[in-house]
C-alpha cells in the first residue's frame, strides 16, 4: 500500500486548507484510515480516523467541530478538511492506514501551517 498526502500550505488563523491522500496498492485489506500529525517537539498524535466499512469516525478533541474526515472508495483517496485553523494545529500531517492483518501504511507527511 502506498500512501502520499498533498493539500499542505500556509494559511491564516481562521482560515481553512484540505489535505488529501492518495492510496493505492491492495486498498482492499484497508480496514481503518486516519490523519495524524507531529508538531515540533511534540509527538504524534491522532487527529482522526475512518473505519472504511461503515465510515465510523473520531477525533481528537481538539479539532471537534472544526476538521472533518472523508474516504472516497470508488477514488481512492481520504481527505481531511480543516476549518477554523489556529496556530497549534501547526504540524506534518500524515496519512495512515491500517490493513486487515494488522499492518499499518504511514505517508510521507505534508506540511500545514498556521500564522497568527
Known amino acids: 500500500v502506498q500512501l502520499v498526502e498533498s493539500g499542505g500550505g500556509l494559511v491564516q488563523a481562521g482560515g481553512s486548507l484540505r489535505l488529501s491522500c492518495a492510496v493505492s496498492g491492495s486498498t482492499f485489506s484497508i480496514v481503518a484510515m486516519a490523519w495524524y500529525r507531529q508538531a515540533p517537539g511534540k509527538q504524534r498524535e491522532l487527529v482522526a480516523g475512518i473505519a472504511t466499512g461503515g465510515g465510523s469516525t473520531n477525533y481528537v478533541d481538539s479539532v471537534k467541530g472544526r476538521f472533518t474526515i472523508s474516504r472516497d472508495n470508488a477514488e481512492n483517496t481520504m481527505d481531511l478538511q480543516m476549518n477554523s485553523l489556529k496556530p497549534d494545529d501547526k504540524a506534518v500531517y500524515y496519512c495512515?492506514?491500517?490493513?486487515?492483518?494488522?499492518?499499518?501504511?504511514w505517508g510521507q507527511g505534508t506540511q500545514g501551517t498556521v500564522s497568527s
Open positions: 495512515h492506514a491500517r490493513m486487515l492483518v494488522g499492518e499499518k501504511y
